[in-house]
């Protein structure tokens, strides 16, 4: 496989995003490597036995990943301990999942999540794993703790399906935020029931699709076992990674410079319009865990 690194020039000759005061760029340096400059911090773990012949990913696996991925994430020596950094006994926490059909945040890795939650103390009762009718769902209406996963995805709409993109259901119209390709999904995290919670951002990066034409698109050409998580306090610096990792894979399956289209403008706008988080890749420290064979970043 072509293992080139997709360099800053390609992808500012190739990818500008429009927004309202000029043009955004996504800066893409030629490497980036884990824990040499200071910043956001992201973790980017994969294991080459994660998935069984059918793609179907092997629940120890996927919760050795997660514990491995969430202290490195907070500098701490075991799992119990980050995760009761995170949640606390008392919080009422909503895991807000992805149930789309095609590519759905796997039950093992709910399940994972879920266990870990428990593990800090929080009772059973307290916990809510969900992703439609997250509105009507007691534990999110009460929320004091939000855990974000879903699958990344090229996207009919958005450009990608991504983590912030992932809360749009908590909106009572989620179509109003399609403008300008969902260029202000971003300002969902500031309603008053969302600010503030999120606790951790997962973007499962196992078989992630990287084309699509269409609203409803899937096709099993592709996608490709990637194998592997993102994860981090900072959502859309979880994005900006997941998104350049996407963009590599496009480039070497097509075979030229192919940016998304819609270009992924909401990831950006998510650091310059509303100050969510970093979108900007040499601000953002990423950890690289497990396998590295063709990592793409």
Same mark, same amino acid.
């Given at each position: 496989?072509?293992?080139?690194?997709?360099?800053?020039?390609? =992808?500012?000759?190739?990818?500008?995003?429009?927004?309202?005061?000029?043009?955004?760029?996504?800066?893409?340096?030629?490497?980036?490597?884990?824990?040499?400059?200071?910043?956001?911090?992201?973790?980017?773990?994969?294991?080459?036995?994660?998935?069984?012949? !059918?793609?179907?990913?092997?629940?120890?696996?996927?919760?050795?990943?997660?514990?491995?991925?969430?202290?490195?994430?907070?500098?701490?020596?075991?799992?119990?301990?980050?995760?009761?950094?995170?949640?606390?006994?008392?919080?009422?926490?909503?895991?807000?999942?992805?149930?789309?059909?095609?590519?759905?945040?796997?039950?093992?890795?709910?399940?994972?999540? #879920?266990?870990?939650?428990?593990?800090?103390?929080?009772?059973?009762?307290?916990?809510?794993?969900?992703? @439609?009718?997250?509105?009507?769902?007691?534990? =999110?209406?009460?929320?004091?703790? !939000?855990?974000?996963? @879903?699958?990344?995805?090229?996207?009919?709409?958005?450009?990608?399906?991504?983590?912030?993109?992932?809360?749009?259901?908590?909106?009572?119209?989620?179509?109003?935020?399609?403008?300008?390709?969902?260029?202000?999904?971003?300002?969902?995290?500031?309603?008053?029931?969302?600010?503030?919670?999120? @606790?951790?951002?997962?973007?499962?990066?196992?078989?992630?699709?990287?084309?699509?034409?269409?609203?409803?698109?899937?096709?099993?050409?592709?996608?490709?076992?990637?194998?592997?998580?993102?994860?981090?306090?900072?959502?859309?610096?979880?994005?900006?990674?997941?998104? #350049?990792?996407?963009?590599?894979?496009?480039?070497?399956? =097509?075979?030229?410079?192919?940016?998304?289209?819609?270009?992924?403008?909401?990831? =950006?706008?998510?650091?310059?319009?509303?100050?969510?988080?970093?979108?900007?890749?040499?601000?953002?420290?990423?950890?690289?865990?497990?396998?590295?064979?063709?990592?793409?970043?």
């Amino acid at each position: 496989m072509d293992k080139r690194v997709y360099t800053r020039r390609d =992808f500012l000759k190739h990818t500008v995003v429009a927004a309202a005061a000029g043009s955004i760029y996504m800066h893409l340096p030629a490497r980036l490597v884990g824990g040499r400059t200071p910043g956001t911090r992201v973790v980017l773990i994969r294991h080459e036995e994660v998935l069984d012949s !059918l793609n179907r990913p092997k629940a120890p696996v996927i919760q050795q990943m997660l514990d491995e991925a969430v202290t490195a994430l907070l500098n701490v020596s075991d799992p119990l301990t980050a995760w009761k950094s995170l949640i606390s006994p008392d919080d009422v926490v909503g895991v807000k999942t992805n149930s789309w059909n095609y590519l759905p945040t796997p039950d093992v890795l709910n399940a994972a999540i #879920r266990q870990r939650v428990l593990d800090a103390g929080v009772p059973e009762k307290s916990v809510s794993v969900r992703d @439609r009718g997250v509105r009507n769902d007691p534990v =999110f209406q009460n929320a004091t703790a !939000l855990i974000n996963v @879903r699958p990344l995805r090229s996207h009919h709409w958005a450009g990608v399906g991504t983590l912030i993109k992932n809360y749009i259901i908590f909106t009572p119209q989620p179509s109003a935020y399609h403008a300008d390709a969902c260029a202000d999904l971003a300002s969902i995290w500031k309603q008053p029931a969302l600010a503030g919670k999120t @606790r951790l951002n997962i973007l499962v990066m196992l078989t992630p699709l990287f084309h699509g034409i269409g609203p409803h698109h899937y096709s099993p050409r592709y996608v490709w076992p990637y194998q592997g998580l993102l994860v981090g306090r900072d959502p859309v610096a979880v994005d900006s990674t997941g998104v #350049r990792i996407l963009q590599a894979k496009r480039q070497i399956f =097509f075979g030229d410079h192919r940016p998304l289209n819609p270009p992924p403008k909401h990831i =950006f706008l998510a650091d310059t319009r509303h100050r969510l988080g970093t979108a900007e890749p040499a601000k953002i420290n990423l950890i690289r865990l497990g396998w590295q064979d063709d990592v793409l970043i």
